[in-house]
């Protein structure tokens, strides 16, 4: 009926362009209708124009959503302190080309600016992440290059740590820092590391150079350098300290070491292969319980409840001992609506990110180690701490507001009332000495150099896709 009446009232409106409203419906229909039909057409009239109406309200507040969607994204562009270093990383970019287990380090450029001649001049430097050296051995071709041509002298060349992959650069950097001396690396990975003095072994061709590298986790930053030949290490302290707390690109794509979500492998996921502990232990072996603490404080994850019981229910089938059977769980345990990175892989991903954290005690460690490095930087020493995920920021970021106070008030300050306390302290650096300084917080021990931590440039973030959830925080020792 509805059908009919609309369809008179298309044959009798025909004539004219338009009408706005239903109540204006008696001065358009003609007179020659029978009341019954034109009933039915003011009622047809009134409901077309009502949908219109809520049709028009559904689309002003689907727009409405939009633009607030698109506020809120650019208030959260404008809350980064994006950098503004142009990123030379082509030539690496080449060697990923032909070789799928290399390397990209992150943020080359940004780390040379934290230890730039503006700075404290380096003698000594720590990489307490070595992994491959990336950021140490990006200057081993200029070095080799170079090294027999320069001019030694009693303050030579000796080393440097971080440059960006432009040689010219690199040559331009080497002549600005004569005092460097000593470099320490270390890391728990051996592959990595046998890499890494492979690489290094190119700058430690001076005898007025020495280089240390350990197999050992950074925690044990304080024993390590009471171990190097340098007495004065000790007493003296570092003039800077590197933390790249990312994982390598040859430990994500051996499928081996278990870290890679959409390649099948053993569920190990341990940086230090002697380690005890692996991922398939946690799942097979831990209480549910624990089992769903980690996957709620660690890989923050909404569905962690009903993922801890599709867990225990595969234990009963037989255990989990492999990253695809793992992922299969996953996969069963997501919405079917949901697809591709928004739906299982946003979640396993997640999911692998709490494990890893849990095999290898990483948060524990990061703070605990951040004490260590602080208290071994030299005055005017320099901290730079690259983290990739908002569990390791927050807790570099809290760990820095409590360092630069932490003697003063006995380190029993809150992290809230630091925050309150430390915002006052803000001031914006306009001297123009070091441009990638934005603002600083000020403390009793020390500065906080990133009051928002840097985050990769656009073009670093185009050539190198993992590097786009960096984050990198500074902090000076006064």
Same mark, same amino acid.
């Given at each position: 009926?509805?059908?009919?009446?609309?369809?008179?009232?298309?044959?009798?409106?025909?004539?004219?362009?338009?009408?706005s409203?239903?109540?204006s419906?008696?001065t358009?229909?003609? !007179?020659?209708?029978?009341?019954?039909?034109?009933a039915?057409?003011? /009622?047809?009239?009134?409901?077309?124009?009502?949908?219109?109406?809520?049709?028009?309200?559904k689309?002003?507040?689907?727009?409405? %959503?939009?633009?607030?969607?698109?506020?809120?994204?650019?208030?959260?562009? %404008?809350?980064?302190?994006?950098?503004?270093?142009?990123?030379?990383?082509?030539?690496?970019?080449?060697?990923?080309?032909?070789?799928?287990?290399?390397?990209?380090? !992150?943020? *080359?450029?940004?780390v040379?600016?934290?230890?730039?001649?503006?700075?404290?001049?380096?003698?000594?430097?720590?990489?307490?992440?070595?992994?491959?050296?990336?950021?140490?051995?990006?200057?081993?071709?200029?070095?080799?290059?170079?090294? /027999?041509?320069?001019?030694?002298g009693?303050?030579?060349?000796k080393?440097?740590?971080?440059?960006?992959?432009?040689?010219?650069?690199?040559?331009?950097?080497?002549?600005?820092?004569?005092?460097?001396?000593?470099?320490?690396?270390?890391?728990?990975?051996?592959?990595?590391?046998?890499?890494?003095?492979?690489?290094i072994?190119?700058?430690?061709?001076?005898?007025?150079?020495?280089?240390?590298?350990?197999?050992?986790?950074?925690?044990?930053?304080?024993?390590?350098?009471?171990?190097?030949?340098?007495?004065?290490?000790?007493?003296s302290?570092?003039?800077g300290?590197?933390?790249?707390?990312?994982?390598?690109?040859?430990?994500? #794509?051996?499928?081996?070491?278990?870290?890679?979500?959409?390649?099948?492998?053993?569920?190990?996921?341990?940086?230090?292969?002697?380690?005890?502990?692996?991922?398939?232990?946690?799942?097979?072996?831990?209480?549910?319980?624990? !089992?769903?603490?980690?996957?709620?404080?660690?890989?923050?994850?909404? #569905?962690?409840?009903?993922?801890?019981?599709?867990?225990?229910?595969?234990?009963?089938?037989?255990?989990?001992h492999?990253t695809?059977?793992? !992922?299969?769980?996953?996969?069963?345990?997501?919405?079917?609506s949901?697809?591709?990175?928004?739906?299982?892989?946003?979640?396993?991903?997640?999911?692998?990110?709490?494990?890893?954290?849990?095999?290898?005690?990483?948060?524990?460690?990061?703070?605990? /180690?951040?004490?260590?490095?602080?208290?071994?930087?030299?005055?005017?020493?320099?901290?730079?701490?690259?983290s990739?995920?908002?569990?390791?920021?927050?807790?570099v970021?809290?760990?820095?507001?409590?360092?630069?106070?932490?003697?003063?008030?006995?380190?029993?300050?809150?992290v809230?009332?630091?925050?309150?306390?430390?915002? %006052?302290?803000?001031?914006?650096?306009?001297?123009?000495?070091?441009?990638?300084?934005?603002?600083?917080i000020?403390?009793?021990?020390?500065?906080?150099?990133?009051?928002?931590?840097?985050?990769?440039?656009?073009?670093?973030?185009? *050539? #190198?896709r993992?590097?786009?959830?960096? %984050? *990198?925080?500074?902090?000076?020792k006064?």
């Open positions: 009926m509805a059908a009919k009446a609309k369809q008179m009232m298309q044959m009798t409106l025909s004539p004219f362009l338009s009408f409203a239903a109540s419906l008696s358009l229909l003609p !007179v020659s209708h029978p009341s019954k039909s034109r039915l057409l003011i /009622s047809a009239c009134r409901s077309i124009s009502t949908n219109t109406d809520t049709n028009k309200k689309k002003k507040s689907k727009e409405s %959503k939009i633009w607030h969607s698109k506020s809120k994204g650019l208030a959260k562009e %404008k809350r980064r302190t994006r950098s503004l270093r142009d990123c030379d990383i082509e030539i690496e970019e080449k060697e990923v080309n032909n070789d799928s287990c290399a390397h990209i380090p !992150v943020m *080359l450029g940004e040379l600016d934290v230890f730039s001649p503006n700075s404290k001049p380096l003698c000594s430097f720590v990489d307490c992440t070595l992994g491959a050296a990336g950021h140490a051995s990006a200057v081993s071709l200029s070095l080799s290059l170079f090294l /027999s041509t320069l001019s030694m009693s303050s030579s060349i080393f440097l740590l971080l440059t960006n992959s432009n040689w010219y650069n690199n040559f331009q950097i080497i002549q600005a820092h004569p005092q460097l001396k000593v470099f320490i690396g270390m890391d728990v990975d051996p592959l990595a590391l046998q890499l890494a003095r492979s690489r072994h190119a700058l430690s061709q001076s005898p007025h150079f020495q280089a240390f590298t350990f197999l050992k986790n950074y925690r044990h930053i304080k024993s390590l350098l009471s171990q190097v030949d340098r007495p004065d290490i000790l007493s302290g570092v003039d300290i590197l933390m790249d707390l990312g994982m390598s690109s040859m430990q994500v #794509n051996n499928p081996n070491r278990g870290f890679a979500v959409l390649a099948n492998g053993p569920l190990d996921m341990r940086m230090d292969p002697q380690a005890s502990l692996k991922a398939e232990d946690i799942l097979n072996s831990w209480p549910d319980s624990e !089992v769903g603490r980690i996957l709620r404080d660690y890989g923050e994850e909404s #569905n962690w409840r009903f993922l801890q019981n599709k867990i225990v229910q595969a234990r009963l089938q037989g255990g989990l492999s695809g059977e793992l !992922v299969d769980v996953i996969r069963s345990a997501s919405p079917a949901r697809g591709g990175r928004q739906g299982w892989v946003k979640t396993a991903t997640r999911v692998f990110q709490a494990l890893r954290i849990a095999v290898n005690d990483e948060l524990r460690t990061l703070e605990d /180690s951040l004490y260590a490095c602080f208290d071994c930087l030299a005055p005017g020493g320099r901290l730079a701490v690259i990739f995920h908002s569990l390791e920021d927050r807790i970021k809290q760990t820095f507001l409590k360092l630069v106070d932490c003697i003063e008030n006995g380190g029993d300050v809150s809230e009332e630091s925050e309150i306390r430390d915002l %006052k302290r803000i001031k914006s650096e306009d001297s123009g000495k070091e441009l990638w300084i934005r603002q600083t000020q403390g009793s021990n020390g500065i906080i150099l990133t009051k928002r931590p840097i985050t990769p440039s656009e073009k670093e973030e185009g *050539l #190198n993992r590097s786009r959830s960096a %984050k *990198l925080r500074v902090i000076q006064v």
